[in-house]
């Protein structure tokens, strides 16, 4: 069974989505990560809050460097987990992205920089699109991989192969 390590890298988010998940966890009392040597996992998905705001991006671009070249493991895959589509240069650093799209306000920000980040061919692009929300229809999402009509889960259950810690001082 592939083990996955969900990484809060911080709690700001300027959003304050109703339902947001974040709101179901005591973030404060997360195990804190130590050492990526210590927790053996297949994936590392880079949450938040909103780790690609303009004042979080540096720090997530370092977190995951820091993940690949102090704690390399052949075959391991990080990810970020977003709302925030205008820091294409994050899929320099990891192996794609989960670009979440909560609300109709979303949908201007992906169209202006969904070119861009195609052109990371080699990196997932997952988008998931909350129900309601709606994309011109001659929009081509072939290379993205899409979940349409989510919804905000009560009480956010960690899904089994999961583990949920937090970076030191977040």
């Given at each position: 069974?592939?083990?996955?390590?969900?990484?809060?890298?911080?709690?700001?988010?300027?959003?304050?989505?109703?339902?947001?998940?974040?709101?179901?966890?005591?973030?404060?009392?997360?195990?804190?990560?130590?050492?990526?040597?210590?927790?053996?996992?297949?994936?590392?998905?880079?949450?938040?809050?909103?780790?690609?705001?303009?004042?979080?991006?540096?720090?997530?671009?370092?977190?995951?460097?820091?993940?690949?070249?102090?704690?390399?493991?052949?075959?391991?895959?990080?990810?970020?987990?977003?709302a925030n589509p205008g820091w294409p240069k994050i899929l320099h650093?990891?192996?794609?992205?989960?670009?979440?799209?909560?609300?109709?306000?979303?949908?201007?920000?992906?169209?202006?920089?969904?070119?861009?980040?195609?052109?990371?061919?080699?990196?997932?692009?997952?988008?998931?699109?909350f129900k309601g929300v709606t994309l011109p229809k001659d929009i081509?999402?072939?290379?993205?991989?899409?979940?349409?009509?989510?919804?905000?889960?009560?009480?956010?259950?960690?899904?089994?192969?999961?583990?949920?810690?937090?970076?030191?001082?977040?």
């Amino acid at each position: 069974m592939k083990k996955i390590l969900r990484l809060l890298v911080t709690k700001d988010c300027p959003r304050s989505c109703d339902g947001c998940c974040n709101k179901d966890w005591d973030l404060e009392n997360l195990p804190v990560v130590k050492c990526f040597d210590d927790f053996d996992c297949d994936e590392i998905l880079i949450t938040g809050g909103e780790p690609l705001t303009d004042e979080n991006v540096d720090k997530t671009i370092a977190i995951i460097e820091g993940i690949n070249v102090l704690f390399p493991k052949k075959g391991r895959k990080v990810y970020v987990y977003t709302a925030n589509p205008g820091w294409p240069k994050i899929l320099h650093y990891c192996d794609g992205i989960t670009l979440t799209l909560h609300n109709q306000r979303d949908v201007p920000s992906f169209i202006r920089w969904k070119h861009t980040l195609e052109t990371y061919y080699e990196k997932s692009l997952r988008l998931n699109i909350f129900k309601g929300v709606t994309l011109p229809k001659d929009i081509i999402l072939v290379k993205w991989e899409v979940k349409r009509d989510v919804e905000w889960i009560k009480d956010c259950p960690l899904p089994e192969d999961e583990v949920f810690m937090k970076m030191p001082n977040v």
